[in-house]
């Protein structure tokens, strides 16, 4: 399930795209490949899997002091490490079924 | 772009205060003026800020230009929020002292993880040298 993920992430970047837009208002954590890790609401994104983030609250405050006082954000895609998405927001059947479908349109 | 809902553009950050940090940890403070879509920035009355323990010192740098693959993040600064109540400014000397001390301390302990690490035969590559997608 997760190859096929893997799989349709690099060759179909739109089905992502598609699948933060589903995520737009909804809770997540963005962990960052320099280990900054963010709580938020309001989710948005573009073509580059950039991330908008409203209302944010970083979850390791003494560490990065610098986000006291910002309450929205933008983040380069390139950036992200992980998405931590709500488990009762996302249809993993749906998800594995268009990534499947994703990775087979490729192949041909 | 931005006339499609649920997408991200920085066009409504244009000309407000923002906090950018840099792929290499450093923090810039600047009235943002100008984007593209590879989230290059031009920052005006930048300063950059060194944060260290609950020190922090500014340092003027005038008109800049990211390059946007050096974008960790982009926020905006809430004027209105009070920020400065934890952290104490100190002048740029003095931070600049405290950041050398600390990168110091950071460097002793690295390598003797290293060192710890080439006994056992194991090696972790950093993280900045991988490739972007």
Known sequence: CSYTLTLACRCAP????????????????????NDLRLVFYGLASTAYLNIK????????PEKYPHM???????????????VQLPADEVDTQL?????????????? | MNYVPGTASLIDDIDKKHLVLLRDGRTLIGYLRSIDQFANLVFHQTVERIHVG????????????????????????????????????????????????????KQETEKVKMQVLKDRGLSIPKADNMDEY
């Open chain 2, 54 to 105: 609950k020190k922090f010192g500014d340092i003027p740098r005038g008109i800049f230009i990211v390059r946007g693959e050096n974008v960790v993040l982009l926020g905006e600064i809430d004027v209105d929020k009070p920020c400065d109540t934890v952290l104490q400014q100190v002048s740029i000397e003095e931070i600049l002292e405290e950041q050398r001390q600390q990168q110091q301390t």
């Open chain 1, 14 to 33: 739109q089905l992502f795209y598609s699948f933060f837009k589903s995520l737009v208002g909804k809770d997540v954590v963005v962990e960052l490949k």
């Open chain 1, 95 to 108: 998800l594995q079924d268009a990534a499947r479908k994703e990775a087979m349109q490729q192949k041909q």
């Open chain 1, 53 to 60: 983030l409203t209302d944010i609250s970083v979850t390791d």
């Open chain 1, 68 to 82: 006291l006082s910002v309450k929205n954000c933008f983040i380069r895609g390139s950036v992200v490490r992980y």
